[in-house]
């Protein structure tokens, strides 16, 4: 069973503070993503990776970035939180190449910016 | 820029009912359509499509793909109260899977 894991279910911080949400995987997976979900709206991709160091610009990075020191591990950085970055953030994780485009998710980081 | 539209946006229905969700997409270099459910916590996979006209059955649901009319459609025959969540289409291009904003199933007892 693949099993993606995130640092935190629910999480509270102050405007301007830099956030860190990691998400870990044990399946060897080479792509890992990172989503936030908003009511209406559906799952955007903020970032993805599909190896270790590399990282690509989803469809809303601004303000965020992104680490990969590791093949198992993924981590999003909001480096000064605003409150509309409240939201729920999901990560997730797929194998490479044709066929591999099922991504399996982490349970999600509810983050609340005050 | 790809784009997925579900619909519709929310439905209740009563158990055993059964339900056709709706998914079109535009989107470059199509690979597959998936559909996850979502209860109150991480989506699951129910299921990946990348032929024309094959369907795909898990249970009580099923799955259609048309790639010339660009849309696909999630079954759920005799529904049950535990049917009742956010059902995600998602389309697969390069690297990435493009998502709509969801279909949320209410199945009352």
């Known amino acids: 069973d693949v099993k993606v894991t995130q640092s935190s279910r629910y999480l509270v911080k102050r405007t301007g503070e830099k956030v860190f949400l990691e998400c870990v995987q044990d399946?060897?997976?080479?792509?890992m993503f990172w989503y936030r979900q908003d009511p209406g709206l559906g799952l955007r991709l903020i970032y993805f990776?599909?190896?270790?160091?590399m990282k690509e610009k989803g469809d809303i990075p601004e303000g965020y970035s992104v680490s990969r020191e590791k093949k198992e591990r993924f981590s999003l950085i909001l480096e000064s939180a605003s409150t509309n970055q409240t939201s729920m953030y999901l990560c997730?994780?797929?194998?490479w190449g044709s066929g591999s485009e099922t991504q399996y998710f982490g349970p999600g980081t509810r983050l609340l910016v005050l | 820029e790809d784009k997925v539209v579900q619909s519709p946006l929310s439905l209740v229905v009563h158990e055993g009912d059964t339900v056709t969700l709706n998914c079109s997409y535009e989107?470059?270099?199509?690979?597959?359509l998936l559909w996850y459910k979502q209860e109150k916590k991480a989506p699951t996979f129910l299921f990946m499509l990348?032929?024309?006209?094959i369907e795909k059955k898990s249970g009580r649901l099923s799955s259609i793909l048309d790639k010339k009319e660009l849309f696909s459609i999630l079954n759920i025959t005799a529904t049950q109260t535990g049917d009742s969540a956010v059902y995600l289409c998602?389309?697969?291009?390069?690297?990435?899977?493009?998502f709509g904003a969801g279909t949320t199933v209410t199945v009352r007892a």
């Open positions: 997730a994780s797929s194998l």
């Open positions: 399946m060897d997976h080479e792509n």
């Open positions: 990776s599909y190896d270790v160091k």
């Open positions: 989107v470059t270099n199509f690979r597959s």
């Open positions: 990348t032929s024309s006209g």
């Open positions: 998602a389309v697969g291009g390069d690297y990435k899977l493009s």
